[in-house]
């Protein structure tokens, strides 16, 4: 055969194994656009239920959080459009809502997610199994149970050992002076028992209201008198173990004080609320409140002119004057119906997470000027007074927490009936506490 033949036959087989090739790749190329069956096709996902939750707090009147609060729950709703949340509230100056909430969780109607007090305030629904344990939810969600403060978690620990409330900020109390009116009357700033008895009697005759307090809603009256008298330890024993003596010189005290003119004349009719307008408004120069209560003050003259200071050891008794009352009282707990609710769980805990996390901590705390439930936080404050507050807080010896979170509610009723009965003279201190001992003692029954 010819060269110039083989080279043309060469040619021919290349040529025909180039169009084989060809062939095959558009025969796998043709297969790759077939449509795939249905096992095979991406699955789509099912479109989220819609689900309406109930939070119920005390964010809302004038509390100074209120709009935080809301706006932490519009931010949650914008981004999970399948949930709507009703932001169901109530002042927590006023008492009704302490029974609006054991109502509902008495009758079925339990809030989805419930912010409120730890103690013996949630003692009775906790025990009757109305809100779950925390404590599994938070091992199931390690970033988020490392978001937090141990000590705020702690704080929120019950009788038996779990945590069913989950923080958002914790407060201090302590004694709110204006020192303007201090100043304009040369007086020195309250801070022992002489210093404030000075200031009690001087005001009083002056027409100025020494010290803004209701005898009814007498909660931080009660608890700073007896811390002033009993100390942290006397006062942190409640009335199971007896009396405690200091106890009875915390309510004389607060008679020597009304004698001075130290209480609004219209004490017997006033409540919590009118008492703090008596102090925003300029018209008393101090008042026994939490950390959140400056937030609801308005008038600059008396925001700029306010500090915090433990309240006073009175003689005679063990207090040294610098312990204060303070904590993690508060918490969301978490329905157990809601729990045990497919179409509800998973969009109540996502809520929950979401409403604790640490850049909603962090805005609520600026907002009422609370200590941070979140680890990492600053402490920081949006006036004077709230920075005054983290620096009363963070030089507290010891952090008691209020005496309605150590006795029974019906106790405390009692003890707060005995501070208009006291001062007028009409019981004896004796008699007040032998009263709320025993009705302690049949509470514990």
Known sequence: MKRSSLILLSMMVVFAMFLA?????????????????????????APKKDVKLRVFSTFGGTDAAREAFQAAIDDFVSKNPNVKVENDTMSANDDGFRTKVNTDMNSGNEPDLLFYFVGADAQGFVDAGKVV???DILDANPEWKAGFNPTALENTRMQDGNIYAIPLTGYYEGLFVNKKIFADNNLELPTDWDKLKTAVSTLSKKGIIPLAAPFDQSHYVIEHFILSAAGAKGHDSGLANGIDPNWEKGYAAMKELYDLGAFPKDAATIDLSM?????AEGKAAMIIEGSWASGAWKEPAVIDNTTILPFPAMPGGVGTGKEIIGGFGSGFYLSKATYDNADKKDAA???????????VIEKISLANGGLPAAAGVETKGATPVANDGFALAAGAPSVSRPIDNVVAPETFSTLRAGVQAVVTGKKSPADVLKEAKEIEDANKK
């Open 133 to 135: 344990s925390m404590n």
């Open 349 to 359: 805990i996502e809520l929950l997470k979401h409403m604790t996390s640490k850049d």
């Open 275 to 279: 008492a703090s307008n008596y102090y």
């Open 21 to 45: 090739a060809c062939g095959k790749a558009e025969e796998k190329n043709t297969a790759s656009e077939q449509p795939k069956t249905e096992s095979e096709k991406p699955k789509e996902e």
